[in-house]
Antibody, heavy 123, light 107 residues
Framework: QVTLRESGPALVKPTQTLTLTCNFS??????????VNWIRQPPGKALEWLAR???????FYSTSLKTRLTISKDTSKNQVVLIMTNMDPVDTATYYC???????????????WGQGTLVTVSS | DIQMTQSPSSLSASVGDRVTITCRAS??????LNWYQQKPGKAPKLLIY???SLQSGVPSRFSGGGSGTDFTLTISSLQPEDFASYYC?????????FGQGTKLEIK
């Protein structure tokens, strides 16, 4: 059974750096075709894709946020980490860790989601 | 980035109704179009991938269609558990983008 769980601070101050960790089980990010993403959703608003990291360490970032984001993986710990710098109140959102289907199977969709973690940016 | 536009933004319907939600891409995404359902306080759930393929475990009353720039999600006979928000998403470009969502409410 594949599961993903996000963890990180519930509250950060403006200008601070946010570090979120995704702990996953049921698959390995060393397996060809595996991809893990971060997606966020401000309260009452739409979903926004942030970043993706692949089994071969390829990385992709949101065009509008790429200067503030860093995604990385620790395959020995089954973890993916997202760092977002210079946080602002508009970054208040639920942040989801999401696995895509295998690229080798042609499942280019967000198939398995973590429960999400709410991050509030406020002084 | 590819812009995704859904219509309507909200929709009132009754149990048993047939409803259709549309999604338009700002450029062709071929069939790289997915649909998600989200209930309040929950993570989204994948319903349809590659425009028309039903995700495992999703009821057959859900169906997807279209290609290129215009897509539809149809629910053939609304059930009480279908009242939720729905999002389309393109995976043609690795800069993934979502529609703004459609909230389906009980009439």
């Amino acid at each position: 059974q594949v599961t993903l769980r996000e963890s990180g601070p519930a509250l950060v101050k403006p200008t601070q750096t946010l570090t979120l960790t995704c702990n996953f089980s049921g698959f390995s990010l060393t397996t060809s075709g595996m991809r893990v993403n971060w997606i966020r959703q401000p309260p009452g608003k739409a979903l926004e894709w942030l970043a993706r990291i692949d089994w071969d360490d390829d990385k992709f970032y949101s065009t509008s946020l790429k200067t503030r984001l860093t995604i990385s993986k620790d395959t020995s710990k089954n973890q993916v980490v997202l760092i977002m710098t210079n946080m602002d109140p508009v970054d208040t959102a639920t942040y989801y860790c999401v696995r895509m289907g295998s690229s080798e199977q042609g499942l280019n969709a967000f198939s398995i989601w973590g429960q999400g973690t709410l991050v509030t940016v406020s002084s | 980035d590819i812009q995704m536009t859904q219509s309507p933004s909200s929709l009132s319907a009754s149990v048993g109704d047939r409803v259709t939600i549309t999604c338009r891409a700002s450029q062709s995404v071929s069939n790289y179009l997915n649909w998600y359902q989200q209930k309040p306080g929950k993570a989204p759930k994948l319903l349809i991938y590659a425009a028309s393929s039903l995700q495992s475990g999703v009821p057959s009353r859900f169906s997807g269609g279209g290609s290129g720039t215009d897509f539809t999600l149809t629910i053939s006979s609304l059930q009480p558990e279908d009242f939720a928000s729905y999002y389309c998403q393109q995976s043609y470009s690795a800069h993934y983008t979502f529609g703004q969502g459609t909230k389906l409410e009980i009439k």
